[in-house]
């Protein structure tokens, strides 16, 4: 196309182009800008906090402290090995009861004298006991003719003193806590070290040292 044409056509197009004076021109809302700069802000800080509140991997520690109890744990172990050792040397022969007993045990124990024959033994569920997590043991004294007896008034080394109670305070030297001392429930066979774990800590997964 020749130049004064193209020149002539360009004109053409600018004069048909309807006329948009300054302020007619489309303005920003400043309102909605606000709106969109704190929604934005809003998702981000959503976004920051689901991530913090995301839990960590498990460690191979964490898993291993989650894990079921299915054992005593190796230090009551020893200290109640120790304990029927010291007592048989004050002339007192003791048995070690029961020890580890798993939650169902313990529910079956806990229907006694409620919903089964016999007279009431514990007064936790499973899960809410010492034992559940191999942190506990129960004793009885065996006489001389063999017979397991829970007598607390026996003394069988004649040393004027009851041997149950001879026991006891043997144990707690040894760092175990009597449930003869509790105030609500007393269990007189009982005996537990708890490490200061308490029974909530526990059924949250932790647990104490297994080594000295």
Same mark, same amino acid.
């Given at each position: 196309?020749?130049?004064?044409?193209?020149?002539?056509?360009?004109?053409?197009?600018?004069?048909?182009? &309807?006329?948009?004076?300054?302020? $007619?021109? !489309? *303005?920003? +809302?400043?309102?909605? %800008? =606000?709106?969109?700069? #704190?929604?934005?802000?809003?998702?981000?800080?959503?976004?920051?906090?689901?991530?913090?509140?995301? &839990?960590?991997?498990?460690?191979? $520690?964490? !898993? *291993?402290? +989650?894990?079921?109890? %299915? =054992?005593?744990?190796? #230090?009551?172990?020893?200290?109640?090995?120790?304990?029927?050792?010291?007592?048989?040397?004050?002339?007192?022969?003791?048995?070690?009861?029961?020890?580890?007993?798993?939650?169902?045990?313990?529910?079956?124990?806990?229907?006694?004298?409620?919903?089964?024959?016999?007279?009431?033994?514990?007064?936790?569920?499973?899960?809410?006991?010492?034992?559940?997590?191999?942190?506990?043991?129960?004793?009885?004294?065996?006489?001389?003719?063999?017979?397991?007896?829970?007598?607390?008034?026996?003394?069988?080394?004649?040393?004027?003193?009851?041997?149950?109670?001879?026991?006891?305070?043997?144990?707690?030297?040894?760092?175990?806590?009597?449930?003869?001392?509790?105030?609500?429930?007393?269990?007189?066979?009982?005996?537990?070290?708890?490490?200061?774990?308490?029974?909530?800590?526990?059924?949250?997964?932790?647990?104490?040292?297994?080594?000295?």
């Amino acid at each position: 196309m020749p130049e004064p044409l193209a020149r002539q056509n360009t004109a053409m197009r600018q004069i048909n182009q &309807p006329y948009v004076r300054p302020e $007619q021109k !489309q *303005k920003r +809302n400043p309102l909605m %800008t =606000s709106i969109v700069l #704190i929604a934005i802000i809003i998702l981000g800080w959503r976004w920051i906090e689901s991530v913090q509140d995301r &839990p960590a991997p498990a460690s191979k $520690q964490t !898993q *291993k402290q +989650n894990a079921p109890t %299915t =054992s005593l744990n190796p #230090i009551v172990a020893n200290k109640a090995d120790t304990l029927v050792a010291q007592t048989g040397k004050l002339g007192i022969k003791i048995l070690i009861t029961d020890d580890f007993r798993s939650s169902e045990e313990q529910n079956v124990l806990y229907k006694k004298g409620r919903t089964e024959p016999g007279q009431v033994v514990t007064n936790v569920k499973g899960g809410a006991s010492y034992h559940n997590y191999g942190l506990a043991v129960d004793f009885a004294l065996v006489k001389p003719d063999g017979d397991v007896i829970w007598d607390m008034k026996y003394d069988g080394n004649d040393n004027g003193k009851p041997d149950w109670m001879e026991v006891v305070s043997a144990a707690k030297k040894l760092g175990f806590a009597w449930g003869g001392d509790w105030q609500s429930f007393k269990d007189y066979p009982h005996l537990q070290m708890d490490f200061g774990y308490s029974i909530k800590d526990l059924q949250r997964g932790k647990r104490p040292p297994t080594t000295e």
